[in-house]
């Protein structure tokens, strides 16, 4: 069972790599899909780090393929995804 401050510290590497790369969230999602819980996390938490592996779906870095699918964003939106996501987590950490 993943812990929630080791989703936060992959998500914050994630972040920090000059690149997202669709392997190191693929590994974030999985550790997320995988686990019929996160340890420490309370249920909003939870939910949270869910809703956000489902939309790291739409991830695609390359710019051609995402011109072929409305729904598919890039690195930028990504990274606006995580650091929302991580601040909710935070947000939600006494409820």
């Given at each position: 069972?993943?812990?929630?401050?080791?989703?936060?510290?992959?998500?914050?590497?994630?972040l920090t790599a000059q690149q997202l790369t669709s392997q190191r969230i693929a590994e974030y999602?999985?550790?997320?899909w995988n686990a019929s819980g996160i340890?420490?996390?309370n249920t909003k938490q939870e939910e949270i780090l869910r809703e956000l592996a489902l939309d790291l779906d739409f991830f695609e870095p390359n710019e051609a393929e995402?011109?072929?699918?409305p729904s598919?964003?890039?690195?930028?939106?990504?990274r606006t995804e995580i650091?929302?996501?991580l601040q909710a987590v935070d947000e939600w950490r006494n409820a």
């Open positions: 069972m993943p812990t929630l401050e080791g989703l936060k510290d992959l998500l914050k590497a994630i999602q999985q550790l997320v340890q420490g996390a995402r011109a072929m699918e598919y964003f890039g690195e930028e939106r990504a650091q929302r996501a």
